[in-house]
Every structure is written in C-alpha cells, then in structure tokens.
C-alpha cells in the first residue's frame, strides 16, 4: 500500500463507529490487531495504506476519543490503556446541531448559529486545516439519523436553487446537506454511512460533478441489509418465491436512541423495504421491518429475520436468520475501505457519483435509476473498478 | 422451449424425490401448478420443455407413483385427486439390492441375483427399451446414500481394472456404480445426486470420456449446504474470519432413515465439511457437522447453524440459521434442472465431466482437482453455458 | 363425565377458533381424535362430558361451520369429510356489527338495529331457546377484538349507571357488553376469551354478582404469554434478573386483521404488558411486545422472544424463545375447558368472578385486586378448585 | 442471616466454577455485587450468610485462584483487581489424577498414590485442618466428569462390601467416591455438582445415614435441563404431547473438554434423557441430546433445543429454545446454596440424602426411588424445608 497520509474528517467523529475507526486505526498502526474486518486488505490496487490514516471531524459532544471510547466500550481494557493517549488528542469540532432534524440528541459542542453561509465558512476552514498536514482528505457522515427529509422539494432540484436556499437561510437545508455542501466546495471526496437525505440530492450531484469531487451514499450496509442482499439473490436463483419477510432489529446505543425519533426511524425502514422488491424483480406482500431501542444491548445489535418461502408444488418453507452482532464493529471497517475508495477516485480524477460502491451501501447512489443491491454482483463491480 | 420428449430414469423412483418429480411434472402439465422453484424456467437455452417430460425408473420398492405419493405425504388431496391416475402408470423396474452397501433399507422389488454383468445387462435393457420411446433420455440417481467407499481403490483407478472387477463380480463395485455403468454403456447420460461413490470414479470418468456421455454429480445442494455456500462467501468478502460453525439437521424420511446407519452418514458429513474450508481458504478450527433421523418432522427436514464469526478489533459475533424446509421439495427441480442440462450437453455433443452443473452439487465433479463450492460463482457459470 | 348435554353458544362461532371448537367436539364423538390438548381430560371433577356438548352461536358471517371450516383451513381432508354434514347444521344467528368498535372486519349478518334493549332482547331470546335443548349452556366470547374501552368511564361503574345507559343507546357501551349483559340476565354463565373490555366492567359485575351468574375472563392464555408465565416465574426463582424482554408476534388470520386496526391493537398489547412486571416483582425496563398482521402464517401463529437476563457477577446471558404455533388449535381446548368450568360452577352454585380459572387467561379476573399470573400457581389453584 | 463461619471444601476449586463462587463471594463481601443469580438470598432461614463463607479445595492445577480466575475469564477487570489479593491466598491441595476415570484432563498437583485408604487419610487431614478454622464446613464436588462408572457393581452394594474395595485397592472405586468417603467420615456434609458416580451409590448412602452427614446430588441444574424442567410440565398441564425432542449443546470451557471424553460423556447423555420422560409420564419416542465441545464459546453454553408438540386435532406445533448463557454464573451461585443447605441440614441434625434439595440437581438423589423433576414442584419443597 501507499505511504500517502489520508486524512478522515468524520461528522459524528465521538459515536461509537467513529470511535471505533480511529481506535481500529491505532490498534492496526501498533500491531496490536490484525486486518480482520477490513474487506480490502488484501486489494492490490494504489489505496492508501490504513496505518497513515489519520482522524479528524465534528461532534456535538466535546469528549476526546479516549473518553468517548470508554463510554462506548468498544475497547478491550488492554487495548483501551494501549492506545489512550493517542485517541486523547482527537478532540471534536464543535458541530452543527438543529433540533429540526434531530430531536432526541442534545449536545453542547455547538457551531455558534450565524446562517447557513456562516456555518458553510466554518466546516470549510476546518477542513482547509486538516487537509493541508495530509496528503489527501475525505469527509464521511456518521451522525445521527436525521429526520426524513423530501428528496423532490423543488429547493434541491439544481444547484441555483440550492444556493438560493442557503441564501435565504431556507429551513429545508438539514445539517448534512451542509455538511456534503462544505466537503465538495473544498474539494474534498464525501461519503455518506447514514440514510439522511445529504449528497443525493440533485443539487449536490450537480455540485459535485461539477467541482470534480467524488461522492457516495447512502446508509452502510452493516447487518441485517447485508444478510439481506446476500440471501434474497439466492433463493431468487433458486426460482424459490418469497411469500412475507419479517424483519426485526434491536439496538441499543445512540443511534438507537436516535431512531427511536419517529421521523428518524421512518426514513431508515423506508430504505431497508425498498431494497427487497428491487432484487427480487416482484413486490413481496408481506414484508414487515421494524426497528426497536432496547437498551440491554449497548452497541451490540441484534436482528432477527423471518422468511417464508414458496417452492415447488406451492409448498411453504421458512427460513430464520438470527444476527447478534455489534454496530461499530462492522460498520467501521467499510467506512474507512469507502474513504480509501474516495480518495483513490479522487487520485484517479473521477468525480461526481461512485457507483462502484454500492457494496458498502443500503441506498447505493447511482447515475442511472437502477441501483443495484444483490451484494455479489456489487462485490463484482468493485473487484474490476479496484483492478481497473 | 423445444417440444423434445425428454425420458428420465430415476434410480430409486419411488422415494419421495423421485416421486415429486413424477408428480411435479405431471402437475405442471395440467397447469395446476406454476414453475416456482424451478430455477431454469426462464432460461432461454434449447433446453427440453418440462411438459414433455417423462419418467420411469428403478426402485427396491414395487409400488406404483400413486402408491408411493400417498406414502410420502407430498401432495395435498386435490393435488392427488388430479393425476393419481398417471402417477399410477409408472410402476418401478426391479433395483438392484445388496446389503453390504446399505442395510437399513429392505424391500422386495430385487433383480434377480446373478453377477455384475448380468445386473447391467438387465438395466441396459430397461433403458433401451425406455430410450426407444424418447427423444432423448437421462439417468439420474436418487436412490439412498451407500456406505462411504474407497475412491482411491486401484479397482476404481482405470476402465479397464474396473471391467476386471465386473467380470470377477468384485464385492467393491457398489450399486451405484453399476447404474453409472449401464447408462453409460447406453449412452445415456448420467447424474448423481446423491453422496454415493459413482460416475466420480476415474473409471467410470474414462468411460463417460470415451463414449462422449455427459456426466455429473454428486449430492444435490438443497438445504443447509445450498445456505453455506451463500453465506461462507459473503463472510469472506467482508474479511470476517469464521472462527466455529456448528451445524446440526434432522429429518425423518427414508433418507433419514438410510443415514441412521453410521457408515453412510460418515459418507454425509465428510461432504459437508470439506465444502466450507474450501470455499473461506483456511481450515475452520472448530467446524461440527451432526445429522439424526428424527422422525416427527418427515419428510421435512430442518437445519440449524450457528456460526461465530470474529471482525475488526477482534469482537466476536454470532449468526444462527434455523432453516425449515421440505427435503423433496428442494430436491425434485433441481434433479430435474440436472435432467435437462445433461440433455442438452448430450445434443451439443459434449460428452464426460459436466463441471458446470456445479451449482447443483454439493460435491462438484470437476475435471481439474479443485471444485468451485461459491454459490453465486457457480450460478455464473452455469448461466454463461447455458447462454453459449 | 356426566352423561349432561352443555349447551355453548360462541359470539363469533364462524371464526376459526369457533369452528375448530365444534369440529373438534365431532371429531372426539366420532373417535377421530383423542383428548389431546384438552388440559382437563383427565379430570375426577363432575365436568360435562365433551362428547355431550353441542354449539350454536352468532356470528357477522353467515356461512354455516362447514364453509367455516372450509375457509379457515383448520381440518384436514379426511376430518373434513366425517363431519361437514354436522357442521354444516350449525348456522350462526344473526350478530351485532358496530363499526365503532371494529371497523376492519365488515359481515352481512347483522342484527338489525334498533337500539341497545332491542339488540339484547334477540340475543336472550337466541339464548333462551338454546337453552332450553341443554341440560346447561355457556356464552364464550370469542369475537375479534374491539377498540379498547375505558374500564374507568362512570357509564361502567354500577349496574345502575350501565342500565340507564342501556335505556339511552350510549355509544359507550360495546357489542362485547351487549353480550355479556344478555347471557347474564338469561343466567347463563359467560367466560371473555378476548381481550374486549366485557364481563370486566363494575357494571357486570355486580350484575352477575346479584343475578348469581358465573363469569370468567378475559383474554385466553394460549401461546406467547402462556410460555412468558412459566418461564419468568421460573427465572425470578432463579433469582436471575430480566433487563429486557422483546417480543414479537406475528400472525395471519381474521383476529390478526382485526389487531392491524390500530386501537384494537393497543388493547392487546396493554394486557400482555403488565403480565409480566406483575409476575416479578419489578418493572421490565426494556419490555416491547409487537404483534403484526403477516398473512403467509394463515391460522398459523409465531412468536419471536428474546430475553436478556442478568446472573452472578452481573453477567448477562440471552434466552431465545420462538414458539411456531397454531392459534385455534391452542385456543380452541381451553376454550372449551373454560365453558365446562362454568358449567360447574353453576351447577356448584357459585356465581360472580371464578377466580380459580386464571390459569386459562392473559388478564384473569379477580375479585380482588392483584390477579396471580404464574403459571404453576394458577394451575395449583384450578386443580384443587375442581378437587374440592 | 447468622454469622456463622461456613467452609467450603471444593473438589476442583480452581475450574471456571469454584474459582466463580470463591470470586463471588469475594465481591459480595465487598459490595461490589448484589445478589443477582442466588435464589436464597432473600430466605428466611437460618442459613449461614454469604459474606461469612471461605474457601479452600483440592484441584489437579496447581495455580492460586487469582491466576485460576485469569485463565477462566470469568471476572471484569474492575472485579479482577478489586480481589486478586484475596483470591491469590486460595491454593489448591493436591488432587487425585486417575486416567482410568478422567484421560483428557492432566495436572501436575496430584496426591503422591499410596493406595485408597493412603489417599482417603490425606483428604480427611486436608478437610479436619479447614473444619478447625470454620463454624461449619461442606463438601461440594465440581471435578470434571468422570467416565460412566456402573452403580449396579457389587462393590458398591453396602458399606462393608465398599471398605473391602477400599482395603482391596480396587479399581472401581473411584476419585469422586474417595472425596465423599473422606467427607462423610469427617462429619463433613457432602454435594455432589457433577454427574460422576458419588455419594449416590448404597454403601455411601449407608455410610451417611451412619455417620448422620447429609449429602446430596447430583449433577446441577443449570442450563438447559433447567429450561427443560420448566417447559415440560408446563407443556404437559395443556396436554400438548411431546412427539419429539431435540437438544444439543455446545460449550468450549474445560468440562467441555473433559466431555469430548467419550464415556464421560455418556453418563451426562444419559442423565439428561431419563429426566424428560419421568417428568411427561410417557417416553418421548424422538428424543435426541448431543453435547458437544466447541471453542469459540469458551465458558459460554448455548443450548438450541426443538420441541415437537401435537395438540387439538392431532395438529402439530414447534417450540425452539435457544440458551445462550455462561456455566459458570449459573453454577456457582447454585453450588453455593447447596453448601449453606446442607449446612443447615446439619445445623438441624438431619443427616442421609437431603431430597428437598432436588431443585438445584438434574438427577435428585431420593430416600425412595422415583425422584421429581419438574421445577416448580421441587421449588415449592424446597420452599417449605426451609420455612419447617
């Protein structure tokens, strides 16, 4: 891999994924892990190396990542006393916090409120400073749902009209829109880990084909969608009908709390039903997904999958699938392999939207219409972009 | 699809897979029911149409199909009620019984005794007769799994210390490998679906070569391997490395049955095991594989998996697949899917190892060392033949 | 058993547990199946003999129990033969249909309106004449659920108040009270097998009280919250803490359309909410229950729990449950058990609530105020209640 | 509770369990924990108190318990430093190592052999030294399961017969019995935790009532038997009929291990299948248990079982349990209560088997022959020894 330094600029750089990023990182840069988890360990292509990475980005709690690290406990007590003093001088960026689109999240690590074009200015020095000690830089947004926004308001149609709206100060821009607005000004590849309507809209595709900046999205594809992607191509291959899908996750740390918002919550079981019907080719009639905080948990996430499958002579079978895994620990890894990703397309001059991603996505951002979702075929589609 | 009448011979027709078949096809005929679960349906290769399908075969067993499907309890009362009256029309020829290689199992319906060549001859008969009536003719075995054989035996290792063995009526050759045999001696085609020791002889590779006879096997990937070699993969491509596999099925057919016998349930799990090293690229430590006859489930069968998985940091995770699915439901479209892809194999004049069935066995033959278990890799390759 | 012929009379007869309740009765006339599933079968107590009982009932759907049956699935081809010439004698009377109180199921049968003293003036005078063809008779309540209604309105709290509300038409009162109401001034004794508010009201009570007529109810125990009230009396004596429980339910048939309306659904989620704090002494903190109308179950019903509890050390551990059940044929025996127990109670004298059948329901009535939900416990009391 | 010094002697004290109940006691003594997972902790009785109880035992390892509980990792790292000091002055005495009973396990702290009644006096020197320093002193047996020994054996038929053994050094007589002898001649109560053959065969029984010293066995309740124990009579009080049951286990601590053993693991096999069908009433004609030895859990267990049930109208239902939980939390506590329980029982005079104890045992040792099962049964027996 390169020596070339990249710097990660995280929106939500205190939660548990972003915590657990920079702490993997760390971990990695000692020895003390190996690369389990990361899918492109083995990639020969020019991606930069993970042991030069280093973090950087917003939160609208002010704890250091050592701190924040002991409140997520996402750490072994070995591990957490190795690499302390390094995740201690990660201190978050005072970040945006509008309670019109995320309610339940309180914190004091505000940006002063000074209009939309103040906040831009803002975000935009930040990463004029971290990107001038790395040798490249890439923003992902790993905060908190926000509240479903609408991808068709005419405000997000064009650009004009999007900076027309930022003039105006207009209530429809959310947090991670400014964000995505920021990151591409600066020139900097954005990548979007959560279901919050940011770079997807045409505004920012506009923007970011324009400047030449590299975008993807939306929402990691962690647990339960992944499993989701991987089976229901299956069984389609199998000619076996798919009658109902049940779906049920149990979560229990902030972002829990977050989608325990109604708003929140509809916007991320919108994106996990649409997924379904476009691999299978048919609607399923019954498919049912439901997402619930449930505190003894912690960070650990659990979903519980019922099928019920039709095959041959319209005999009915059902299949379980039971998920007991932990948020943090999946959905790091592919945050850093997207930034990787970014910057190699940045490297490569590719910009506007990279499809080549959808791997790493619920909600793959596309050219066209058509996003795909059986994971082998995205897997696929990144193996020939990666050796391309 | 073409109007070719395709004849298939099944050893061990009247066991519940055989009879499924029969059944399925003769309700696809009426329009009683539609082609959900048949994975080629929508294929667009000269394959014979499944309407124009039609059976005979062997079984220890003398009972005619209708018989038969009212013991196997696989079709619903209207179902029955509609072509009970063709299923009665096909009534087995006599099966070659010997306990040696599998003594769970006693009917009466044996051919008479009286040395390997003489068997074979027998069945050659049966299947002239038969191919007269068709425009083209398959074997496919389904009868219940032998005890695990040698494949290293010298017997086995040449045609021609394999016909010395037939002419000394050599207690080694196993039933299997006589239907093989005969059916390559007739040209026909030949598929096995079952873990027995057959055409995956090099024997009997040689003589599928030298007669230009298409060949394939073994073991139908139905149920709990069908979900492994999604799942291992998936795994792998997300760098998560599997650190146990516990995978535990019951079922309470004659199957079932036949494998309470522990020498051909050694033969089973073997099966089983090597798949999913194969397929990850390292060993899994602590990989457990147990199979039991349980009666109240019959023809049913039911899998459960739990799988720990390590990822980033070293976390632990776990995934369980409870998997509730009908044996011969699962079985019969594909060994019928097998049927056709080895006539058309025959009609393009590609005779010896069909390797790219492969997606339909748990034991890919393969005509180099190294089988391809990926589910989603093998479904590619098939695709491209078909399209070729 | 007694030699007394039991009359049941079942609002809502046409449903699948109403029909399964009278099929099973022929059945068991018939020898066709034996007493399994039915908890008293083996009983000393001067219980009415099942073979004696015979069914009659309202319903909104007009079909007689043998189309019932037909509809609902619930009989297998060879019962269905050997008794729709009985079932199809069973027509049900004509019910009282508000869509107030439920608004999703729309039947034609209806009693023609004309206010609360008309309504109950036909259902006694059903009521009456039933009566007299029986040595006894029984009202079960076995209608969808309605909307929830408010056991605290004033309307419910004497038998005064409730009367002049009858004589105003109240829109308060429910179809469930109507019933109640009529089978009590008949003297025929009236078990709640739903979660309706009904018999449970100050008003009936007291009715019953003055009248001597018994009742029971509400909310039969059949499937999650049966397993829920053994296992966590089991864990408290354990002394192993629960920090959560989630429960999921999913189901297919009519009462699980009724449930998707949204009120009648908060009705049944209270009860099974409260069951289980009250059962351990403490509040469940995280305790979600989730029921879902999932068509491709039908009658079938599945109930998904997970429970986290907390031993020695503080160390947690997870008990999964998943109960794969059928809704009739575990409600349709305790159904029936229900009836013969007020059947005795009856013939013992002794009117008003009959506590001692808890063991049958979610929400058992009291007469005081702290209902016992543990399974063992309530299944000690009804044995020495039908010793005494 | 009293305050009252009480002793107990562990066979085995450095494995995952001792080690537990030592570092519990610990704890408790320090508040650091409640009383989560000690189902006497609110008796009444006059039981010796928990923070009063001492440690001592005999173990094949020679580690202290500080570094016992290092390699179990049964403790947090807050709990691990708040008592290593403690725990460090807790050493083993030496055990017996005989491979005839126990091959996989190897430890260097051995009893120099010197023949049974050699060993017999070193064991009584260990306990009568402990017994000095305490108010009160027990036994408890928590060794690895030994190889399936035969009770029928002459040998052990009566207590003159088994001294002839002794003098005989004969090689029936095993460790397990070698430590309850040396109790019971100590005056020293006696629990047997593990399977092993023990104190239940007659001459030892005889040499309790003798001596009057309680003793009780064997093999605890902790897991799945325990679920099995709740669930059965459960299923049995709504006469739902058990066709078939399925259960297997898994578990990677060093029991685990020593049951890899096949005889060993045949004694635990067969404890657990005798149980279900005492406590049904009937054999349950598919019954399955496996327990396996598998890593990845460590000390966890994780039972799946699958409970085939037929109900009303001969219909069948399915009902799936899945334990993940931690042996050595469920077992210390209850091996902890045996202790304070048969101390007491000493306290009150009364010696022999102790049966109101069966609660914490799979296979309850009886005065008479046929032992109860199910859970709230001997709970309730319990309860009311205790309140006598």
Redesign the interface.
């Known amino acids: 891999m390169s020596k070339r330094v990249l710097g990660i600029a995280v929106v939500g750089i205190g939660g548990a994924v972003g915590t ?1 990023m920079a ?2 990182i760390a ?1 990695l840069r000692r020895g003390l ?1 190996d ?5 492109l ?1 083995g990639s020969e292509a020019a991606l930069a190396g993970y042991k030069e990475i280093v973090f950087a980005g917003w939160d609208l709690f002010p704890d250091d990542l050592a701190a924040a690290a002991e409140g997520h406990e ?2 072994t ?1 070995k ?1 957490h006393v190795a690499i302390s003093d390094e995740l201690a001088q990660i201190e978050p960026w005072p970040a945006i916090g509008d309670p019109r689109f995320l309610s339940v999240i309180e914190g004091s690590n505000k940006i002063a409120s000074g209009g939309h074009r103040a906040v831009i200015e803002q975000l935009r020095s930040n990463l004029a400073a971290f990107k001038a000690k790395c040798d490249g830089a890439v923003v992902i947004n790993l905060a908190s749902t926000e509240k479903l926004g609408d991808a068709a308001d005419p405000t997000f149609a064009s650009l004009a009209s999007f900076e027309s709206a930022l003039d105006a100060d207009s209530p429809a821009v959310s947090p991670a829109m400014l964000y995505a607005y920021a990151a591409i000004a600066e020139r900097v590849p954005y990548g979007n880990f959560t279901p919050s309507l940011s770079a997807d809209i045409p505004a920012l595709v506009e923007f970011a084909v324009k400047m030449n900046v590299p975008v993807a999205g939306k929402d990691g594809k962690t647990g339960q969608t ?2 989701k992607t ?2 229901a ?2 069984l389609r ?5 798919i ?2 899908w ?1 779906s ?1 996750n ?1 979560l229990g740390n902030r972002d829990g709390l977050a989608l325990s918002n109604e708003d929140s919550l509809a916007s991320k079981i919108h994106t996990k039903r649409s997924v379904l019907d476009e691999m299978l080719g048919y609607d399923v ?2 498919h ?1 997904v ?1 997402i ?1 905080y ?4 912690g960070d650990d996430k ?1 979903a ?1 999958d ?1 099928i ?1 499958i ?17 948020d943090s ?2 959905a ?2 592919l945050a850093i392999e997207i930034a990787r990703c970014l910057d190699l397309a940045a490297q490569r001059g590719d910009g506007g939207v990279q499809e080549q991603l959808g791997v790493f996505f619920k909600m793959p951002m596309t050219r066209s219409d058509t996003p795909e979702h059986a ?2 075929v995205q ?1 696929a589609t990144l193996d020939r972009w990666l050796a391309s």
């Open positions: 657990t702490a993997g971990l892990i690369t389990t988890g990361l899918p360990a996402v750490l007590y591990q992944f499993i991987v089976l191509p299956a291959a199998r000619a076996l009908h009658d109902g049940y049920t149990i009639e019954d049912i439901d619930r449930y505190r003894p948990r659990e519980w019922n019920d039709r095959g041959f002579l319209g005999r009915t079978m059902q299949l379980k699938v039971n998920f007991l895994c932990k620990i999946l790091a890894p994971f082998f897997s």
